[in-house]
């Protein structure tokens, strides 16, 4: 079987990229370990900014986004029963979304296949090779039938744990990591927001955050140690402890049936260059964010349009002016993210560092209450700065 492109991995950076080659009358195949039903229940991030809402009605696939998705102009900070918004419209022009990654796969799958696209689901002893040369292929095996695909160019959009960053040969990459020592505790709950905008909390006891993903569904969180067993947890002991870090006079957390629950680890992670030879590394693959800044599903989605703009360009004038330096025109807005992510959690987090370190993020605070500049600069970072063909 031969294509232009193989895609390894049906999330966010291999739907979109997939998409934006269809458009262009790129051939391409995708090729998904798990099972359609798992991947469009896969719960993970929540926020659209508006890079990557403007990308998704490009792509004529914003039409239930526009119906369910919840379009927000700013966010609060908590602290000490204190609350401050960020008016990110105001101050940018710009907006976020609130619309889960599950729901942009259902959207993008949906619209891929029924343009004729094809996507291989359960797909298993995926393996990849002669990327360094003109003829890349893709090995596995569907159903009991062992398959190759042969193509011009290789995407790897299969995550932090997928095949094709570790087929890269040792050497080619360095790998920057930081890891964090808490992670989020998080929860789904049928209780309807006691919010309109998300709240991020600082509290002595660590950070919490209220967030939703319907209006009758919220998204909670809490920092607790990245050891942490989750059964020491049972749900009254999240609710009486999100009312306490989140606690202003007056208001109090919506309660309801919690349907999932689990602990996120926190880290982050960046390898250059995100290529090698005709293999190019998209999302989770190349980079993983902590969730604090709301960057990962939205660097996956940029990453796509940047490596898909790229390949128009090779396939229709034969330049790999673009192909050769993607690695360095995506990596500057990965960094961007890495330090906006890192900022917001070294502002919200308890740090394990004491009192002093507590009254500088409480100073830290504080400042964005009286410096527009201040605002203005955490709000722009966190609507997304606009997309451009270097960025």
């Given at each position: 079987m031969r294509t232009q492109v193989g895609i390894v991995g049906a999330g966010p950076a291999g739907l979109t990229l997939g998409l934006l080659l269809q458009r262009e009358g790129i051939e391409c195949v995708i090729l998904e370990l798990r099972s359609r039903d798992y991947v469009e229940?896969?719960?993970?991030?929540?926020?659209?900014?508006?890079?990557?809402v403007d990308l998704l009605h490009q792509l004529e696939v914003g039409d239930r986004l526009d119906r369910e998705g919840l379009q927000h102009d700013g966010i609060y900070l908590r602290r000490q029963g204190e609350t401050l918004r960020i008016a990110i419209h105001e101050l940018t022009g710009r907006r976020v979304t609130i619309y889960g990654q599950q729901e942009v796969v259902k959207d993008e799958?949906?619209?891929?296949?029924?343009?004729?696209?094809?996507?291989?689901?359960e797909v298993s002893d995926v393996a990849i090779a002669d990327f360094d040369s003109g003829r890349p292929r893709i090995s596995y095996v569907s159903g009991s039938s062992e398959e190759e695909l042969e193509c011009e160019f290789i995407a790897g959009c299969d995550g932090s744990h997928g095949i094709c960053r570790q087929a890269i040969p040792e050497g080619v990459l360095t790998e920057h990591e930081y890891v964090y020592e808490f992670g989020w505790l998080g929860i789904l709950a049928e209780a309807a927001p006691a919010t309109d905008e998300l709240i991020y909390g600082w509290h002595e006891r660590g950070f919490a955050l209220y967030s939703?993903?319907?209006?009758?569904?919220?998204?909670?969180?809490?920092?607790?140690?990245?050891d942490e067993d989750i059964e020491l947890w049972p749900d009254e002991r999240i609710w009486e402890e999100l009312q306490t870090r989140l606690e202003t006079e007056g208001w109090s957390v919506n309660q309801g049936p919690v349907f999932e629950k689990g602990i996120t680890p926190m880290r982050s992670f960046v390898c250059e260059p995100m290529q090698c030879g005709n293999l190019f590394l998209a999302g989770d693959a190349a980079h993983i964010v902590p969730p604090t800044g709301a960057k990962g599903l939205n660097l996956a989605v940029n990453d796509a349009r940047l490596l898909a703009a790229a390949?128009?360009?090779?396939?229709?004038?034969?330049?790999?002016?673009?192909?050769?330096?993607?690695?360095?025109?995506?990596?500057?807005r990965v960094w961007r993210a890495q330090d906006f992510?890192?900022?917001?959690t070294q502002l919200l987090h308890d740090l394990g560092r004491g009192r002093f370190d507590r009254q500088l993020q409480l100073s830290r605070l504080e400042y964005l209450s009286r410096s527009e500049a201040a605002a203005t600069s955490l709000a722009e970072n966190y609507a997304g700065l606009p997309a451009a063909p270097d960025f």
């Open positions: 229940r896969r719960v993970r991030a929540g926020l659209l900014e508006q890079n990557t799958i949906d619209a891929f296949l029924e343009r004729g696209g094809e996507l291989r689901f939703m993903r319907s209006p009758s569904v919220s998204r909670l969180y809490l920092q607790v140690p990245a390949l128009v360009e090779c396939q229709r004038d034969g330049s790999r002016e673009r192909l050769n330096r993607y690695s360095q025109t995506a990596v500057r992510s890192n900022y917001m």
